[in-house]
């Protein structure tokens, strides 16, 4: 039988596993024997983007996840000053994924859970702005039918309306937490949902949280999904990992003009050879962090990097492109961030960062 399908971001529940270019490109370098160099100046020439991620609009009773519509209607006017390109969610991972040029600061947009306020306050001011987004669905919230959540009509709105839909699992689940038999059946029962009641699969993922590990993501790549997101902040090139993408959390405390400004012009620090290469912190707490910069880049001496349970971090560059981060403070239980910053031209900062999950007992 054929499955039907939609006009975005959509797959069968039978999809292939799909393998990646850049594991493809970086190989052909590794084999033909390629100088770091050599490879360093490919990746360089990549261009950077960024994705800006919301939740709740106008909805003051949760500041944590809530933007103002004063500061949303700001990062729109500023989103459409002439200055950025906002571009949608699948057409940015494809053209960084075949090394195709993207226009200068561009931009992503993704909201996440689905509440209401997304349909009365975000979608109404985006239509009008001609800006696209991903809504990322949690598909279990949707069901219980609860009053600040929207509904499987205003979805089905939404993507006639040429929204891209993302998967978020069914019930927002602490995936790091979990063992791969209890994230598979989340997966699966809300892609039977999103198959019965938009007659596709979303090909995105964004991990609930933002909380994964190399046990989740090694799952999600099999699953079929084409890219997988984050909820950490830093810009993306190439050289990022297709399947942990970072995005920059808006809300009230977040979500100031002069921050978004600063999110929207950020660029990517391009790294390989990230170690610990699992984002979940095992029995060595805190790990040794590192990562090599896969590309010159001026004036790396000044990287500044923090951890958000410990302050600035002890950073050491050994020769001219692998770094070393030392933090003295265990990882507390739960998720914790690492933000690495570097000043670049006309006041823009190359951002590279990471979240990292302990184990809640």
Request: aromatic share 10%; hydrophobic share 40%.
């Amino acid at each position: 039988m054929k499955i039907p399908t939609g006009p975005r971001s959509r797959r069968p529940l039978t999809a292939p596993r799909r393998g990646t270019k850049l594991a493809r490109f970086l190989l052909f370098f590794l084999v033909a024997g390629v100088t770091t160099a050599a490879l360093s100046d490919a990746v360089s020439a990549a261009d950077s983007a960024i994705v800006v991620m919301y939740h709740r609009f106008g909805e003051q009773k949760f500041p944590a996840t809530n933007i103002t519509l004063e500061q949303f209607e700001a990062h729109i006017d500023i989103l459409k000053s002439g200055r950025y390109t906002v571009l949608p969610l699948p057409e940015i991972a494809a053209k960084l994924r075949k090394g195709e040029a993207l226009p200068d600061r561009t931009v992503g947009i993704s909201i996440d859970d689905a509440y209401r306020s997304t349909f009365t306050e975000a979608w109404p001011r985006l239509k009008k702005a001609g800006l696209p987004f991903t809504l990322f669905v949690s598909t279990d919230h949707v069901d219980r039918k609860l009053t600040d959540m929207m509904t499987w009509d205003q979805i089905r709105t939404l993507v006639k309306g040429g929204v891209t839909i993302g998967h978020h699992t069914a019930s927002h689940l602490h995936m790091a937490n979990q063992n791969d038999a209890r994230n598979q059946r989340d997966i699966e029962q809300a892609s039977a949902r999103f198959q019965k009641e938009l007659g596709f699969v979303p090909e995105l993922f964004a991990y609930p949280y933002g909380e994964a590990s190399l046990a989740t993501i090694r799952l999600i790549k099999k699953a079929g999904f084409t890219v997988a997101f984050g909820q950490h902040s830093g810009a993306m090139d190439r050289t990022a990992d297709f399947f942990y993408l970072p995005r920059f959390a808006m809300n009230e405390t977040y979500g100031t003009a002069d921050r978004f400004k600063t999110a929207a012009n950020a660029l990517a620090l391009p790294i390989t050879d990230m170690t610990p290469e699992d984002p979940k912190i095992g029995a060595i707490n805190p790990p040794a962090i590192g990562f090599t910069v896969a590309a010159p880049i001026k004036n790396l001496k000044r990287l500044a990097c923090y951890a958000s349970h410990a302050g600035r971090a002890a950073v050491t560059l050994l020769g001219t492109q692998r770094v070393e981060v030392r933090i003295d403070k265990p990882f507390p239980t739960g998720r914790s961030r690492l933000n690495c910053t570097l000043p670049d031209a006309d006041g823009r900062w190359r951002w590279f960062g990471r979240q990292f999950y302990v184990l809640r007992k």
